[in-house]
């Protein structure tokens, strides 16, 4: 008698409906992660990393590149126009109020230097940094870059940003033969990394 195979979420459905319903939601979690900080956008981009690396479909890893780096900075670009709004406002806005809560002053001040000696290029740190990216949007927008300076800087941070937590998904995809098994090792790594950079900063 044959053993039965093993079934996960990932082999119940066709590769076809698996993409049509992956690729938007991927989008619009991102998009959403970007204008509220707290959605862990980096473990989406990994778990569907290994979904895609599984995939016999041609172009999966790519379309989940396009569609992660878009959002991306779709949704930096949102937030930055609604928190330069915010600073003409005389009253503010809640958007430029929670740019503030999650911007300490030590780590607002060391992003205003950078961003002062070195320009664009802490941009695309920023956003491979755990909690790195915030601080120096906020700190573009107190030294009042336009949108289209901001934007610049901003497309080729999305792009590294995405290819990094792609590869953390294939690398999870590539260990293990069940999808499921390689987002578990994705997830555990991005959280990993994110916790890390926080966990020696409060030892110093």
């Not at 569609?67 to 003409?88: I, P």
Request: hydrophobic share 55%; aromatic share 8%; with cysteine.
């Amino acid at each position: 008698m044959l053993a039965a195979p093993a079934v996960t979420p990932a082999s119940v459905l066709p590769e076809a409906t698996q993409q049509a319903i992956g690729y938007p939601t991927l989008f619009l979690l991102v998009l959403a992660g970007a204008l509220v900080p707290v959605i862990p956008t980096g473990a989406l981009v990994s778990s569907a990393a290994v979904v895609a690396f599984h995939q016999t479909a041609p172009f999966s890893l790519a379309m989940v590149f396009v569609t992660a780096s878009l959002a991306a900075f779709l949704g930096d670009a949102a937030l930055y126009w609604l928190g330069r709004r915010g600073l003409k406002s005389k009253n503010g806005s809640r958007w430029l109020e929670a740019l503030r809560a999650r911007a300490p002053e030590d780590r607002l001040e060391q992003a205003q230097e950078k961003l002062a000696g070195h320009g664009v290029a802490v941009l695309v740190l920023s956003r491979l940094v755990p909690a790195g990216r915030i601080p120096v949007m906020l700190a573009c927008l107190l030294a009042k870059w336009p949108l289209r300076r901001f934007s610049r800087g901003n497309f080729p941070a999305c792009l590294a940003w995405a290819v990094t937590y792609q590869l953390i998904g294939i690398l999870g995809g590539s260990l293990f033969d069940e999808p499921w098994e390689g987002v578990v090792a994705a997830i555990g790594l991005t959280v990993l990394i994110s916790v890390v950079p926080g966990v020696v900063r409060r030892v110093r």
